[in-house]
């Protein structure tokens, strides 16, 4: 059995269910590489952005592993002037999370999330559970109750 990471408890909390997916990585596995181990359709495994405004308010943008967050759509879709992705050394001190294993769930503080529009394709989706080697899968419905998220078009 697997260690169940914050995500996963706090998950259990809100009493929504997930599937839990675990897999042998280095920190160096793409979002493409990780969808092909987990056998995964890479339109519904999505990558979790954190980024910062001209009014250095901080954003969260989740997206497909296999497309690019667009920053000027990104911008649009939380009324920023304008976007750009934070520096990796920011990443933990902001989120508690390190690159490649960031979730939208369970964060430090709750930013204001975007989720792309193409997960309402789906029954669910799969994303980080909060560290590298570990993902959860669930309806894009739970996640937006449980962080509020909001769909856009942002790539």
């Known amino acids: ?6 995500v996963m408890r706090l998950l259990d909390q809100a009493k929504i269910n997930y599937k839990a997916y ?6 160096t596995t793409t979002g493409q590489e990780v969808a092909a181990i987990l056998s995964q359709d890479p339109d519904q495994v ?8 001209k009014s250095r308010k901080n954003y969260v943008f989740v997206v497909p592993v296999n497309q690019e967050l667009n920053l000027k759509k990104a911008a649009e879709a939380v009324m920023e002037k304008s976007i750009e992705m934070i520096k990796s050394k920011e990443l933990l001190p902001l989120t508690g999370y390190i690159h490649g294993g960031c979730s939208p769930i ?7 999330t975007c989720v792309h529009e193409t997960a309402i394709l789906f029954d669910t989706i799969i994303f980080s559970a909060g560290k590298i080697g570990a993902q959860v899968e669930l309806s894009v419905g739970d996640l937006e109750q449980m962080i509020g998220a909001k769909i856009a078009d942002i790539v």
Do not use: H, P, S
């Not at 675990?22 to 920190?27: C, P």
């Not at 999505?46 to 405004?53: E, I």
């Not at 369970?106 to 204001?112: E, H, I, W």
């Open 1 to 6: 059995m697997e260690q169940k990471t914050n």
């Open 22 to 27: 675990y897999y042998e990585a280095d920190g």
């Open 46 to 53: 999505f990558k979790t952005l954190v980024t910062v405004g």
């Open 106 to 112: 369970g964060m430090k503080k709750q930013f204001v």
